[in-house]
């Protein structure tokens, strides 16, 4: 059984409500599915604006579906009220994408650290303390006294990272939804970071739902891999075969658009599609990459299917009947 499923989840956010105008919705999300496993990672890739960040809050139940359902470890939690969602709060963290604005300046480390535990009553104040240290270990903040009374101000910009992913672990989680977590980072402890993430996985046996824009840092920390585009899975598998065979044109596109270090390759002609995303206000009809797509046909003004290739599942008609 799947720690999580997602079916079918959609997400609206309305902009205009009156008694004489039709409501318009930003159709942030559009109906996704996938399920992840206890231990394995799935990433969410896609353009800024793709609707990967507001999945995870989704996942989460940070944001009301408008349709579709979470399954959490068999259990449908997407009409729980936050009263009856204490357990699963516990039990499913975020790492959030700004490490400067994720942590309270008036706190300490350690209170920063502590509080979760506090919120949830685990254990007394000595016990606290060790899962506090044991967090600060984990992330590599050592010696971890050092840190317990500093506030975020006196850290640098990765070590307040560290911070943030220690008190995702604090009660220790089942699933981590780490939205663009190295992002804001320098690029050089950017692997060390995902390395580090790995590692914790593998020793806890954590789920993580990796949302990133950047295509070459999921190749650290994925085992599956779902492409969204304008709100739209355009393709799910795993993370080996869709890099190395990407089928949908926007997947190609993706990896067309990782920088390469080959100074040899400087001159050659990227095939990176033109122009913009569509607004999600009001997406072109069928598919919403095709207005961008140099592969585009009549048919894909219509919405094209799910279709199973080998072992994932691609929206484009370039496959359909195969």
Known sequence: MALLELRDVKVYFSIRKGL???PMYVRAVDGVSLSLDRGETVAVIGESGSGKTTLGRAALRLVNLHEGKVIFDGRDITGLDEGELKWFRRRAQMIFQDPFSALNPFHTIKYILEEPLILHRVGDEEERKERVVRALEDVKLSPPEDFLRKYPHMLSGGQRQRVVIARALILKPDLIVADEPVSMLDVSIRVEVLTMMRELQRRYNIAFMYITHDISTAKYFSDKVLIMYAGKPVEYGRFSEIVKEPLHPYTQALIEAVPDPDPDNRFRERRVPHGEPPSLVSPPKGCRFHPRCPLRMDVCEQDP??????????????????
């Open 20 to 22: 004489f105008s039709r």
């Open 305 to 322: 299917p799910l279709i199973r290739v080998g072992d994932r599942t691609v929206a484009c008609w370039l496959y359909a009947g195969k």
